[in-house]
Each structure stands twice: as C-alpha cells, then as structure tokens.
C-alpha cells in the first residue's frame, strides 16, 4: 500500500540554521509528492509540489527534490527563521488530480531567535 | 483569497450524540474532503465528494456519513458518537481541472466526545 514516514520532531534550531526534514514514501506508481506546511492555529496550506522525479518543488526558500532511487522527497531550507516555526507534512498523491491524498505523520519545527 | 470555514473551532458532545460538523468554500470548486488529524497520525481522509450528491469513501469512513446538497457546502455527520472519535476535523476543497493538485484548508473544528 502507499505510504508516508516523515522524522518524529520536533525540530529544535537557531535563527539563521539550515534545516532538513526527511520524507519517504511507498507507493506502486509514480505518485505527486507535495510538502503542506500547518502554522498555529491555522488550516494547512500547500507549501511546495513535485509532480514527477528529478523535479524539484520550491517556495519561500524551500525546496525538495522527487528522488525515485531513493523514493524521498526530503525538505530543506538554507537559512530559516523564528517565522517558520509550524508543523510540515509530507504527502503523496494516489491519483493524478491530487485528490487522494496519504499524508506522513507531520514534524513540528521550532525556530528560536 | 480561497476561503474555507467551519462552523465550529471547538465543539464538546456527549457520547451517544448525532453531530454535525459544517464546510463550506466561497471558490466554486468541484472536489471538498474532510479528514481527521490526530498526533503522529497526521491526516487521514475520511470521505470526499467530486460534485453536487457525489461522495466517495476514504481511508477510514466507518462511523462517518457526509452530506453535500450544494456545491460549496459539504458536511460530515457522526451518527452516534463515541470516544475515539475525539479528534481535530479539517475540511478541505480542490478544483478538479488537470495540475490543479492543491487543496484548501479550513483551520479545523476540535472535536471532544465525552
């Protein structure tokens, strides 16, 4: 079956960190892979999306790579801020219009100043 | 800006109860989902619905039925609730046009079953 294994968090770094949350999944298929980012008190919101591999998906200084050897879609952020503090959810799409959704457990990150 | 509300932030409801959770999405579009979120579970959806009367079941939509009379509105129904239906409900709506892929979110509606 499909599925999704993001790091337990949370994720504790300094303003200004380089951040890295690793993503990998199972699925029959080449599925879309997207990274939806929930911050307090609010809905999610879809943060970035790579529909097929090598590509790479990238938003707000975000970015992961669709990697099908490794079957992986980590996310990393060069430098973050106390701003990105939220829960990041990795998620795959089990068909082509995005709609069935298997989302991984969400990592919280927490940025300090 | 896409809006999706819910009727209710936080709701407490006894067991034994029918309860009634509301979506609704001011952006006309055709695909609306409601899922629970539950710590190191993440989202799992419950059902959703790809037009007006349609719905399709999800991963776990035992215990859940839903509604959609309209296209903007669609609700989830507990028909008699119980305790491990405690949880944090999202509603989400997509638009079905090819690469369309992203939903939207409500901001949730805490649920508490005692």
């Known amino acids: 079956g499909n599925s999704v294994t993001q790091m337990e968090g949370p994720v504790t770094l300094s303003e200004e960190a380089f951040l890295t949350i690793n993503c990998t999944y199972t699925?029959?298929?080449?599925?879309?892979l997207f990274w939806y980012v929930q911050y307090p008190g609010e809905g999610l919101q879809l943060l970035l999306k790579?529909?097929?591999?090598?590509d790479k998906g990238s938003n707000k200084g975000f970015e992961a790579t669709y990697r099908k050897e490794t079957t992986s879609f980590h996310l990393e952020k060069g430098s973050v801020q106390v701003s990105d503090s939220a829960v990041y959810f990795c998620?795959?799409?089990?068909?082509?219009?995005?709609?069935?959704?298997?989302f991984g457990g969400g990592t919280r990150l927490m940025v300090k100043p | 800006d896409v809006k999706v509300t819910q009727s209710s932030r936080y709701l407490v409801k006894r067991t034994g109860e029918k309860v009634f959770l509301e979506c609704v999405q001011d952006?006309?579009?055709?695909?609306m989902f409601w899922y629970r979120q539950d710590p190191g579970l993440g989202l799992r959806l419950i059902y959703f619905?790809?037009?007006?009367?349609?719905?399709e079941k999800g991963d776990i939509p035992e215990g859940y039925s839903v509604s959609r009379e309209k296209k903007e509105r669609f609700s989830l129904i507990l028909e008699s609730a119980s305790t491990n239906q405690t949880s944090m409900y999202l509603c989400?709506?997509?638009?079905?046009?090819?690469?369309?892929?992203?939903?939207?979110f409500g901001p949730g509606t805490r649920l508490t079953v005692t």
């Open positions: 989400a709506s997509s638009f079905s046009g090819e690469g369309s892929y992203e939903q939207y």
């Open positions: 699925a029959t298929g080449y599925p879309s």
């Open positions: 790579a529909t097929k591999a090598d």
């Open positions: 998620a795959l799409s089990r068909d082509n219009a995005g709609n069935m959704l298997t």
């Open positions: 952006m006309d579009h055709e695909n």
């Open positions: 619905s790809y037009d007006v009367k349609m719905k």
